[in-house]
């Protein structure tokens, strides 16, 4: 385990993997597939570094969000009931984390880990597929059909949150009639709240 006697292979070990892990972010999103296993590699317990990394995200999330802010223009009645489902889902999922054991984690965490490597993998096609949809007319969902998926990848955001970005973005533009740049600023909004 890291402690304040660490060695100095250890600090540069993860120094390395957060910077690896913010330059994917900053690319791709997925950054969270490198700076967990390297937060197990030296030898945090599985939740501990699961919290560390989540928290290590936030300032990344505040960024984006502050960064596209004018994406957000317009979108205020659906930012604030989509908000709310971020909200209430990454409480629960937090608090599933908390009251779980680390056990059930270690086990659900090769799963979580292949989930989000897979939609990682397939975040270009993805993205593709939405782009095509957007540009052929699709007829607007109502928005309330967003709520409960927001709801249930905040859930899942709050419990482990590798690959949460792209999650919430490929369900934003599937349940709403927009285009994904300002899908995106609220995509960033979400995962801060998640």
Known sequence: MLTAAAPAASL?????????????????????????????????????????????????????????RGQLRGQGTRLRRLLLAALLGGLAGGLLLLHSSERLFLVLVPWLILSGSLLLALQEPLRQWLRR???????????????????????????????????????????????????SGLKQVLALAS
């Open 133 to 183: 949809r957007a540009s052929a007319q699709v007829q607007p969902e109502a928005e309330r059909f967003a709520v409960l998926p927001v709801f249930l990848a905040s859930l899942y955001g709050g419990y482990f949150g590798a690959g949460l970005s792209v999650i919430l973005l490929a369900l934003l533009a599937i349940t709403l009639d927009d285009n994904l740049t300002r899908l």
């Open 12 to 68: 540069g070990w993860l120094a390395l993997m957060a910077f690896a892990a913010g330059l994917v972010n900053a690319i791709a999103g997925g950054g969270s597939l490198l700076s967990f296993p390297a937060l197990l590699a030296i030898g945090l317990p599985a939740v501990v570094a699961n919290v560390t990394n989540t928290v290590a995200l936030a300032p990344g999330y505040v960024g984006a969000a502050l960064a596209q």
